[in-house]
């Protein structure tokens, strides 16, 4: 029986619609463990679609196959494929769990919506078991599926908010465990840096979570949603991590971790994060050889052949990757650091050691770029001003809003004066400056020091 709408558009009927997707289920059901990703993938994103149309279908189906490749032994690649089936019908699972009794008729029965429920706390906590250092496809899905849970809540908290939605579940303890297994990835990834890592600089350096494209975006969902106890907790962690590991083969994934923890709250990471960094960082190159490349005060025991001890090399190289990273959005905030800044772009680009005047180069770009550039400010935060969201961010529809305040749309960082006048005097500083010592050199008929005049040269060219 077909079905004429509103809008004189034709539509199956009730009858007709389980009978269809009974016969698309066949199919999903087939690709979903196919060796062809395409045909994984297809059938996610058929189940997220259907999932919303017959959930009472779709979901215990999916359900059900998520249990049994949890369970299976010999065809572990199973469950990387569920956890991203699950993804993508987290939207249609947390709807059914979030469902009231009066509306549950609707869509399914009451007890099935507690279920669900308890589903979505039990997928929560195997993503926490999925993330493993030794199954790359394995993390790459369970990261996949916390986003994709997370982006769905406007906040998380253990405030009995989320009770329906995810029981069960202790945030906190949760936290703790996320932060620790992934703690645990960039300490048992993290190469011989002393060995292996001698000739070669952190750029070439990363684990395979630098790969994976849900990454940062997960990192960014999780820490802005927390709510604010929740959110000193982890910066309180990642601020104890930094402090007591130096990982060089893991320096931009810890530095994507300290930029979204910046992003979501940048005073209070400042205290945790960015003051013990800078701090480090000035307090190691105190003391060096000053080679005057940068514009300090040449030091009269410099030569070509100063070096920095291999130890301080390495903290200082990784300290300068991590600040680079976490300061990569932060616009007028790091504007309280002038100073700082620039006595460490300064340092770094006058201390004795390539590696870490490769690194002040990191640092001085990513810089001007937070400073200049145009970016969204709240990509993935949460609509908060949504007159009606609730535990579930609502999606954002113009029929709900009763003030036109409301679509004003996402924020951008717009450079401010003071951003353009100091990236202007960091140009003045680290551009112009170096280009008429340069040019000084290029003219220059004198003889001098050979290594120290090619070196400079090096140094003025990075």
Not at 71 to 86: D, F, I
Not at 315 to 325: G, K, N, R
Request: hydrophobic content about 40%.
């Amino acid at each position: 029986n077909l079905l004429k709408g509103k809008n004189s558009q034709i539509s199956l009927g009730k009858s007709e619609q389980v009978a269809f997707i009974k016969v698309v289920l066949r199919f999903i059901v087939r690709a979903q463990y196919n060796e062809d990703k395409s045909f994984s993938e297809v059938s996610a994103a058929s189940i997220s679609i259907l999932s919303y149309i017959e959930p009472s279908l779709m979901i215990p189906s999916m359900i059900s196959r998520f249990h049994l490749a949890l369970e299976t032994l010999t065809t572990t690649h199973q469950l990387p494929t569920a956890m991203t089936a699950v993804a993508f019908t987290a939207r249609a699972l947390f709807f059914c769990s979030l469902a009231d009794s009066s509306s549950a008729a609707d869509i399914m029965e009451e007890s099935s919506c507690r279920a669900y429920g308890d589903f979505l706390a039990l997928s929560l906590s195997n993503a926490l078991l999925g993330i493993d250092a030794n199954d790359p496809s394995k993390t790459s899905a369970s990261i996949q599926l916390i986003v994709s849970m997370f982006s769905n809540l406007s906040v998380l908290d253990d405030d009995g908010s989320l009770t329906n939605a995810l029981p069960s579940i202790n945030f906190s303890k949760w936290l703790d465990e996320f932060l620790q297994r992934l703690f645990s990835i960039f300490l048992f990834l993290e190469p011989n840096t002393l060995n292996e890592g001698a000739h070669q600089s952190l750029s070439s350096s990363g684990t395979f979570l630098l790969s994976d494209k849900y990454y940062f975006p997960m990192l960014v969902v999780l820490l802005g949603r927390l709510s604010k106890p929740l959110h000193k907790q982890a910066l309180e962690k990642i601020s104890k991590f930094l402090r007591t590991n130096i990982l060089p083969g893991s320096a931009t994934e810890i530095g994507l971790l300290c930029c979204a923890a910046v992003h979501s709250n940048p005073e209070e990471a400042a205290v945790h994060i960015i003051d013990p960094i800078l701090t480090s960082i000035i307090s190691s190159l105190q003391g060096t050889p000053v080679s005057g490349f940068g514009g300090g005060t040449l030091d009269v025991s410099y030569s070509a052949k100063s070096m920095l001890p291999p130890a301080l090399e390495i903290a200082t190289e990784y300290h300068l990757h991590i600040l680079a990273l976490a300061i990569r959005y932060g616009g007028s905030f790091v504007l309280q650091y002038r100073e700082q800044l620039k006595e460490i772009t300064r340092s770094a680009f006058d201390a004795p050691s390539w590696k870490v005047n490769l690194a002040g180069d990191t640092l001085l770009c990513l810089l001007l770029r937070s400073l200049v550039h145009y970016y969204p400010t709240d990509q993935y935060k949460c609509f908060s001003c949504h007159p009606v969201a609730g535990a579930m961010e609502e999606w954002v529809s113009r029929k709900d809003y009763r003030n036109e305040h409301f679509l004003s749309g996402p924020n951008w960082h717009i450079p401010s004066d003071n951003e353009v006048l100091f990236a202007n005097e960091l140009l003045d500083l680290h551009l112009n400056s170096p280009l008429d010592v340069l040019l000084n050199i290029c003219q220059s008929k004198s003889h001098g020091d050979r290594g120290k005049h090619f070196l400079h040269y090096m140094i003025l060219n990075k």
